[in-house]
Each structure stands twice: as structure tokens, then as C-alpha cells.
Nanobody
Framework: QVHVVESGGGSVQAGDSLRLSCAAS???????MAWFRQAPGKEREFVAR????????YYDHSVKGRFILSKDEAENTASLQMNDLKPTDTAVYYC???????????????????WGQGTQVTVSS
């Protein structure tokens, strides 16, 4: 049975840091793990992704330079270190996993087969 479980959300002040973690299990393999976020009234949007074999990362321009995505292959976990948080980062953050390789950078919701339930991040000014 496939499980994708996020942890680490919370409420912080602008300029603070948070670290989100995602634990995946039950997949045949992992090709990519990613984080998306969804603010109230908005569509789910891409935040960052990491390739499992070569560790290549890709970030949305809104978080590049502030967020760092890393992985632990042995534990099948990916962690998103979020620094210098802004009120605009407030959202529910979702971890997503893709099993099969693709020929493009996976930034669309449709690119991912498995999703977690989400964890709330609230940043106040």
C-alpha cells in the first residue's frame, strides 16, 4: 500500500524558517519527489522537485534562493527547508511522488501519481 506523509507545518512570523518532511513508502520505485502548495481560493501550484537518482533540483521562481529541497534515499524521505518565509508562502503544502521517468521537468499536478494529505504553513506579518 502506498503512503505519502508530510510533517513539519506550523505558524511562524515573516522572516522565520520551517522544515517540511515527506516520507514515501509502498511504491515500486521513486523517480521524482516534489512539493506543491495551495492557498485558499487558488489552484495548487508547483514549489520544488528533486530527482531521485541524480538529485537534480528545480524550484519555482517565487521560492528560488529561499527554499532548499533535499532527499534521503535510504529513508525514502524528502525535506523542504524554507527560509525567509513571507506571508505569500501561506498555504497547504503537499508532497507528491512520481514513479516513472519523464522527458520533461515535472512541474504539473498531472505529472505525479501519489500525493500526501498536506500540511498547513501559515506566515504572519
Amino acid at each position: 500500500q502506498v503512503h505519502v506523509v508530510e510533517s513539519g507545518g506550523g505558524s511562524v512570523q515573516a522572516g522565520d524558517s520551517l522544515r517540511l518532511s515527506c516520507a514515501a513508502s509502498g511504491m515500486t520505485r521513486i523517480d521524482v519527489m516534489a512539493w506543491f502548495r495551495q492557498a485558499p481560493g487558488k489552484e495548487r501550484e508547483f514549489v520544488a522537485r528533486i530527482a531521485w537518482v541524480f538529485s537534480g533540483t528545480y524550484y519555482d521562481h517565487s521560492v528560488k534562493g529561499r527554499f532548499i529541497l533535499s532527499k534521503d534515499e535510504a529513508e525514502n524521505t524528502a525535506s523542504l527547508q524554507m527560509n525567509d518565509l513571507k506571508p505569500t508562502d501561506t498555504a497547504v503544502y503537499y508532497c507528491a511522488v512520481r514513479e516513472r521517468p519523464t522527458d520533461h521537468i515535472e512541474t504539473n499536478v498531472e505529472d505525479y501519481e501519489y500525493w500526501g494529505q498536506g500540511t498547513q504553513v501559515t506566515v504572519s506579518s
